[in-house]
């Protein structure tokens, strides 16, 4: 991590938590330290917090709603950030995402790939991308079938504009750790699939835990876990009038 400028702020305090938390997570687990990357996940959160946490050395941050995380983006284009989409992405969004985004975690068909695929500036190079897969089979949830999976992927390596990087899920929050673990161990299962059908594409990205469940993705291989509540607190939608008030 590199040398972070000291504020006394509660932002500050929460990054440098957070990262404790998941470098003892990992440890326990018997990983690398560098083995799992915080994404830092600010959705609702003002760019002034942001900028905060960027100072205390956090890079990757994750947006969910579009034109709000634009804003944001603006506001901080003075800073060297690595924007994540994370959110359900529309295709009527897909242009802004393709042109504003490193990555985008939520894909789910292959229509709003192949859109991403050609919005994507050559300038830019290829957009990373994992595919979201609904691992807790829950009728309501996002997310890819485990049977539709391979087609997905299939349809995926042969855009050229688009990197594939890994797979993403959001389980059902659960309290037991045990079960937490559940379905992350399923993710991994799936994505050591695929490193073994495609070892040319060195799929690397394992994407999950949120704050209340990171450590039991930790223990089950996540490389990159996203924290929203964790580092920038509770999230208040009322007081967005802008932005859906979906449950995420
Ligand atoms: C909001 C959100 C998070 C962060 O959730 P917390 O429980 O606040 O850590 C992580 N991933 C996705 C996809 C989200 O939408």
């Known amino acids: 991590m590199p040398e972070a400028k000291k504020l006394d702020t509660t932002i500050t305090d929460s990054i440098v938590a957070a990262r404790r938390q998941l470098e003892c997570a990992l440890q326990r687990a018997g990983r690398n330290h560098d083995d799992a990357r915080l994404l830092a996940v600010s959705k609702t959160k003002p760019a002034a917090l942001i900028r905060e946490a960027f100072q205390a050395g956090q890079r990757h941050f994750g947006e969910n709603y579009v034109q709000e995380a634009l804003d944001k983006q603006h506001a901080l284009a003075d800073l060297d950030i690595v924007w994540h989409f994370i959110g359900p992405l529309q295709s009527n969004k897909t242009r802004s995402v393709a042109e504003h985004f490193s990555w985008v975690h939520t894909i789910e068909r292959a229509k709003i790939a192949t859109r991403l695929n050609d919005q994507r500036p050559q300038t830019l190079g290829p957009l990373n991308v994992c595919l979201q897969v609904n691992i807790s089979a829950e009728p309501t949830k996002s997310g890819v079938s485990p049977e539709a999976l391979d087609a997905l992927v299939e349809h995926v390596v042969a855009l050229p504009n688009l990197r594939l ?15 937490q673990r559940k379905p992350f161990r399923a993710l991994r ?18 994407s999950m835990g949120m704050s209340n469940d990171f450590e039991a993705a930790i223990e089950e291989g996540a490389t990159l876990i996203r924290l929203g509540t964790a580092i920038f607190g509770a999230r208040d939608y009322s007081q967005q009038p802008n932005t859906p008030a979906q449950k995420d």
Do not use: C
């Not at 990087?165 to 079960?179: F, K, S, V, W, Y």
């Not at 299962?189 to 394992?206: G, S, V």
């Open 165 to 179: 990087r890994g797979l993403m899920a959001i389980p059902t929050p659960m309290e037991d750790h045990d079960e």
């Open 189 to 206: 299962e799936l994505l050591e699939q695929l490193q073994a059908r495609y070892p040319t594409l060195k799929l690397d990205t394992l």
